[in-house]
C-alpha cells in the first residue's frame, strides 16, 4: 500500500484455483477491487494480482501447505 496525499493505493495478491479460466480470474479480481473500493473509502485505486495456488505450493516448503480459504 502506497499513501498519496489523503489517498492510499493498494497492490494485493489473491491466490486462486489454477484450473479457473482467464475469465474466471479476471471477475474474482474485480470483485475483490470493488470490495475494497467500497469497504475504504480513503483507497483510491487496488491492483489486484492473481497467483494460481498450484504455483504457490511449489514455492512453499512441504510443512506449510495450508492454503486459507
Known amino acids: 500500500m502506497r499513501k498519496m496525499g ?3 493505493y493498494v497492490d494485493l ?3 486462486v484455483n489454477g484450473n ?3 475469465r474466471e480470474g479476471h471477475k474474482i479480481a474485480h470483485r475483490v477491487e ?6 475504504v473509502p480513503q ?7 492473481v497467483e494460481p495456488e498450484e504455483e504457490l ?13
Open 6 to 8: 489523503f489517498s492510499f
Open 13 to 15: 495478491h489473491i491466490v
Open 20 to 22: 479457473l479460466t482467464v
Open 34 to 39: 470493488d470490495q475494497v473500493l467500497k469497504g
Open 43 to 49: 483507497v483510491a485505486e487496488v491492483l489486484v494480482h
Open 57 to 69: 505450493i511449489d514455492k512453499v516448503p512441504n510443512d506449510e501447505h495450508q492454503v486459507q480459504r
